[in-house]
C-alpha cells in the first residue's frame, strides 16, 4: 500500500508562483512512477505532469515543472505565473490511474 501526502496548496494572485510536494511512503519503488493531477472546478481530473516530469500537458507547459527526488521519495511541482484557470485541487498519483492517489491540495488563483 502506498501512501502519497501533498502539501504546499493556497490562495494566490494572478502571476504569483506556489511549489506543491508529494512523498511517499516507503512502499513506492521509485518516484518515476508519480504524477501530478488535477480537478478543476465543474471538470474531469486531468494530468498535469505524468511520467515523473516528462510529459507536461500542454495548456501549462513552460509555466509548471516536475521535479523529484528519490531519496525524499518527494516529488515537486513548481508552478509559476499561476492563471485563475489554474484553481484546481492537485493531485499526486502513484502508477497511473489504477494505482494510488493522495488526499489532493487546493490551489486557489484569484485576485
Known amino acids: 500500500q502506498v501512501q502519497l501526502v501533498e502539501s504546499g496548496g493556497g490562495l494566490v494572485q494572478p502571476g504569483e508562483s506556489l511549489r506543491l510536494s508529494c512523498v511517499a511512503s516507503e512502499f513506492a519503488i521509485s518516484t518515476s512512477f508519480m504524477s501530478w493531477y488535477r480537478q478543476r472546478p465543474g471538470k474531469e481530473r486531468e494530468l498535469v505532469a505524468g511520467?515523473?516530469?516528462?510529459n507536461i500537458t500542454a495548456s501549462v507547459k513552460g509555466r509548471f515543472t516536475m521535479s523529484r527526488d528519490d531519496a525524499k521519495k518527494t516529488v515537486y511541482l513548481q508552478m509559476i505565473n499561476l492563471e485563475p484557470e489554474d484553481t484546481a485541487v492537485y493531485y499526486c498519483?502513484?502508477?497511473?490511474?489504477?494505482?494510488?492517489w493522495g488526499q489532493g491540495t487546493q490551489v486557489t488563483v484569484s485576485s
Open positions: 511520467r515523473a516530469g516528462a
Open positions: 498519483n502513484y502508477g497511473g490511474h489504477g494505482g494510488y
